[in-house]
Nanobody
Framework: QVQLVESGGGLVQPGGSLRLSCAAS????????MGWYRQAPGKQRELVAT???????NYADSVKGRFTISRDNAKNTVYLQMNNLKPEDTAVYYC???????????WGQGTQVTVSS
């Protein structure tokens, strides 16, 4: 059974930092592209960042320079370090694991991030 379990969300003031974690089980983690997506109220889910099996990364323009995605294949875990958070970063953040161009595509349950003073 595939499980992606996110943690690390919460309430933070503008300019603050949070680190999200996503622990994966039931998959061969090293074969998967891992990603973080987010969905704000009334908006579509959007890409935040991805990291491929070889370590190459991709970021949404809105988070470049503020967020960093990383992975620890030994721990089957992907991280999202979020710095200089803004109110517009408020959303539910979802972890994704996929092997591109295959049916292997899994989602976590999401973790709430709220940026507010």
């Amino acid at each position: 059974q595939v499980q992606l379990v996110e943690s690390g969300g919460g309430l933070v003031q503008p300019g603050g930092s949070l680190r999200l974690s996503c622990a994966a089980s039931g998959i061969m983690f090293g074969l998967y592209t891992m990603g973080w997506y987010r969905q704000a109220p009334g908006k579509q889910r959007e890409l935040v960042a991805t990291i491929r099996t070889g370590g190459s990364t991709n970021y949404a323009d809105s988070v470049k320079g503020r967020f960093t995605i990383s992975r620890d294949n030994a721990k089957n875990t992907v991280y999202l370090q979020m710095n200089n958070l803004k109110p517009e970063d408020t959303a539910v953040y979802y972890c994704n694991a996929k092997i591109p161009q295959t049916p292997y595509d899994y989602w976590g349950q999401g973790t709430q991030v709220t940026v507010s003073s």
